[in-house]
């Protein structure tokens, strides 16, 4: 009886093998050559799924949202609206080992995007996601009333989208600096400064 292929499986290995490649030599070095290498395929094979570079960092991408959004489902979060908030921010940020990984193929795929048109409109369809969850983590927090009153909703949600993409950068750049606490802490202190009940400190 011939085997059964998992083709799911086998493009989540394809994905895994890419994020390996970026984190251990850069971005430049995903090619189809060397993620079949990393892999253990050959580059015939790994052509069945895949027929390009831009596809392949595609779904590497496209595997970070998808842990994300598992790991979000996932959560049982607390009554209290600030501390629910803190809890599902912190899903988007490099807290851990698996979420530090995630945030380098984050950055790998942004930087890619820069230069390659075909990676431009993926990227910016994740980008906008995360504006759009800034954006709805602040009407949540107004409609509990712990939204200073007055604030510009849009404003405030590229501030909070700037901080979450500058704390990626930070820590992927200089992470002995930017422990699991201190990003917590920076993040606690923003929403803080956006919470009556803090004094808007």
Do not use: C
Request: no cysteine.
């Amino acid at each position: 009886m011939p085997k059964l292929v998992d083709h799911e499986e086998r493009r989540r290995e394809l994905g895994e093998a890419v994020w390996r490649v970026i984190r251990s030599r850069g971005v430049d070095s995903a090619s189809i050559r060397t993620v079949a290498r990393e892999a253990g395929w050959s580059p015939g094979a790994l052509r069945h799924y895949f027929t390009s570079q831009s596809e392949l960092l595609t779904f590497a991408m496209q595997m970070v949202v998808e842990r994300i959004e598992a790991r979000l489902s996932a959560l049982d979060p607390p009554a209290d609206p600030r501390r629910a908030v803190e809890q599902r921010l912190h899903e988007l940020l490099p807290l851990d080992e698996e979420r530090r990984a995630e945030n380098e193929v984050w950055l790998a795929f942004a930087a890619r995007a820069l230069v390659d048109p075909r990676l431009r409109a993926p990227h910016e369809e994740v980008d906008e996601e995360l504006r759009r969850a800034a954006r709805a983590t602040l009407e949540e927090l107004g409609s509990a009333g712990r939204l200073r009153p007055g604030l510009e909703l849009d404003l405030e949600a590229e501030r909070l989208h700037g901080l979450l993409d500058g704390l990626a950068l930070h820590t992927a750049m200089r992470p002995n600096r930017m422990s699991p606490e201190v990003i917590r802490s920076v993040l606690a202190r923003h929403l803080d400064s956006l919470d009556p009940d803090e004094g808007g400190r």
